[in-house]
């Protein structure tokens, strides 16, 4: 099976990861619009346990002008999502591969995605 998103494991422990996120993703040119604590929403939804799990909702606003302008239906597909969970003593961080849902959705819109991935490829790094 194929990898889904882009991603890292990373030896910092889960509330580091997530605090070091925000200001990684700011230096690629993305706002964090969203987050959903997965573990509460589960525990109160559903009434089970679930391991440390966040999702962050990031958008860059210069590249979804551009995306939005040539494709409006594409918003369907915004805002990037990352999931961050608890792995052991460390975390594991997943950003969405804008090349497998934005570019293989619509084609046309493949050299934004490109450019979307490796920013978001460069934040995960930095962290």
């Not at 882009?6 to 889960?14: D, E, P």
């Not at 997530?18 to 589960?42: C, Q």
């Not at 493949?110 to 962290?127: N, Q, S």
Request: charged fraction near 25%.
């Amino acid at each position: 099976m194929a990898g889904i998103g882009i991603q890292r494991k990373v030896a910092k422990g889960f509330d580091e990861v997530l605090a070091r996120l925000p200001e990684a993703l700011k230096g690629e040119g993305f706002g964090v619009l969203t987050r959903i604590d997965v573990k509460e929403t589960l525990k109160q939804k559903l009434g089970v346990e679930f391991k440390r799990y966040q999702i962050l909702g990031a958008c860059n606003p210069q590249y979804a002008h551009r995306a939005l302008t040539a494709v409006p239906e594409v918003g369907a597909l915004l805002p990037c999502s990352i999931a961050v969970w608890e792995e052991g003593a460390g975390a594991v961080v997943n950003a969405v591969d804008p090349m497998q849902t934005i570019a293989a959705a619509d084609p046309s819109l493949a050299p934004i995605a490109k450019e979307v991935r490796e920013r978001l490829a460069r934040a995960l790094e930095a962290i």
